[in-house]
């Protein structure tokens, strides 16, 4: 999967070659409740589609000492971790892209989609990390504790997954407070595991 996370990341680097002249002189790079409100000159595209072969080389590179003394099933999971969050970067990164090409492109559904689809990924993931200092919740009272990490990542693969099936249902809703919603959302899952993981780390 390592492999496949990488080829995604190239092509997403090499793509841009073919779009580069149909680009506007300014291109979207962020968006807020209302849409598109910062934008910046067309040649830094070549810097954000070369950001998910960053990321995905700066995640394998952390990682690769905890893959080594990990069993298949972290392993596998570790890696299906770093092709969820490189086809996460590449699908939001070309989604802002078509919108500049002029195609009607509804970022706000968009984000809330891939951040679903995310989600639903390291849900799965989640549960099946050993303890390691690169990839997973790290709470430093977790990492020493193999019993509490399990604990707090079985709690935290059905966190993710139920927050991303809330993501994808609220991509179909065009409303402004979708946003805000899921962001009060994230942050009570971060309480709630943090706290969790305390109380099975004391007992």
Excluded at 42 to 55: C, D, E, L
Excluded at 62 to 77: D, E, F, H, L, P
């Amino acid at each position: 999967m390592i492999g496949v996370s990488g080829c995604i990341a190239v092509a997403s680097l090499l793509a841009t070659w073919f779009v580069f002249d149909a680009l506007p002189p300014e291109i979207p790079i962020h968006f807020g409740l209302n849409g598109a409100d910062s934008f910046m000159a067309k040649q830094w595209v070549w810097a954000m589609t070369g950001f998910p072969a960053f990321v995905c080389a700066g995640l394998v590179v952390s990682v690769r000492k905890s893959i080594s003394a990990q069993q298949k099933t972290s392993v596998q999971a570790m890696q299906a971790g770093i092709l969820a969050v490189t086809g996460f970067l590449v699908a939001l990164i070309w989604a802002a892209i078509a919108l500049s090409l002029g195609y009607a492109i509804n970022m706000n559904a968009v984000v809330k989609f891939c951040i679903g689809c995310l989600f639903l990924v390291m849900g799965i993931v989640m549960p099946r990390i050993k303890p390691n200092p690169s990839f997973g919740l790290r709470y430093p009272w977790l990492l020493n504790d193999e019993v509490a990490w399990v604990k707090t990542h079985r709690l935290a693969g059905w966190g993710m997954s139920f927050l991303g099936l809330v993501a994808l249902s609220l991509s179909f809703v065009d409303a402004q407070w979708t946003l805000i919603a899921f962001m009060v959302a994230i942050f009570s899952f971060l309480i709630l595991t943090s706290v969790y993981s305390w109380r099975v780390r004391t007992r």
